[in-house]
């Protein structure tokens, strides 16, 4: 079984500062891992994924993530905000194994630029 | 090339009404999910098909909710004699076969209940 736990249903920055997005994650076989951004009655898009490989993910729009194995971790970061950065953003598991594709997202996270 | 479509992108059914919901998913697209999103929550998954084989159907809420896949192409999730509960946005992804690849997203049915 999965879950995910995103920190922080709000979270504000000012507009050229760090963007720092928590994402925890359990997961009872290795996960691949994904950050979907949300606007305003649109549709999910993947902004990155961790499958195997490299641990630090780079993603559009300047957006980077870390799986960190010991800390069942996935943070999202970004060095400077950007006002269209405003959205809501999801984290999600899915299993490794072949056979079982489906996605689990956490709550969800909304972040607003402050200008 | 085209992405996800789905329609309509906004129903209002009385309560008890049946409602269909349609999905054409990105071409040659193996795998295709449904999700539904409450208001305010993450997406969380119905059911799954592989081609016209429905794999998964473990996050459908009732049998009052049937998803078909027909031809392998185009998906129409059912929800039949709507609620109250089922006011939600119903989101349909697709994605190529294999393990890694990402599931590309609709724009949504934004599904109300009145």
């Known amino acids: 079984a999965q879950s995910v736990t995103q920190l922080g249903s709000h979270v504000s920055v000012s507009e050229g500062a760090l963007v720092l997005l928590r994402c925890n994650y359990s997961s009872s076989v290795p996960p691949y891992l994904f950050w979907y951004v949300q606007y305003p009655n649109q549709g999910l898009q993947l902004l990155l994924k961790?499958?195997?490989?490299?641990?630090l993910v780079k993603g559009i729009n300047g957006f980077e993530a870390e799986f960190k194995k010991s800390e069942t971790s996935f943070h999202l970061t970004k060095p400077s905000a950007h006002m269209s950065d405003a959205a809501e953003y999801f984290c999600?598991?899915?299993?490794?194994?072949?056979?079982?594709?489906?996605?689990?997202f956490g709550t969800g996270t909304r972040l607003t630029i402050i200008p | 090339g085209a992405g996800v479509s789905q329609s309509p992108r906004y129903k209002v059914a009385k309560r008890g009404q049946d409602v269909a919901l349609r999905c054409d998913p990105i071409s040659g697209h193996v795998s295709l999910f449904w999700y539904q999103q409450a208001l305010g929550q993450g997406p969380e998954f119905l059911t799954y098909f592989q081609n016209e084989a429905q794999l998964d159907k473990s996050g459908l809420p009732s049998d009052r909710f049937f998803a078909e896949r027909p031809e392998g192409s185009v998906s129409t999730l059912k929800i039949q004699r709507t609620q109250q509960e089922d006011s939600a946005v119903y989101l349909c992804?697709?994605?190529?076969?294999?393990?890694?690849?990402?599931?590309?997203f609709g724009p949504g049915t934004r599904l109300t209940v009145t």
């Open positions: 992804a697709s994605s190529r076969s294999g393990v890694s690849h990402e599931q590309y």
């Open positions: 961790y499958t195997t490989g490299a641990t």
């Open positions: 999600a598991v899915r299993p490794s194994n072949f056979g079982n594709e489906k996605l689990t």
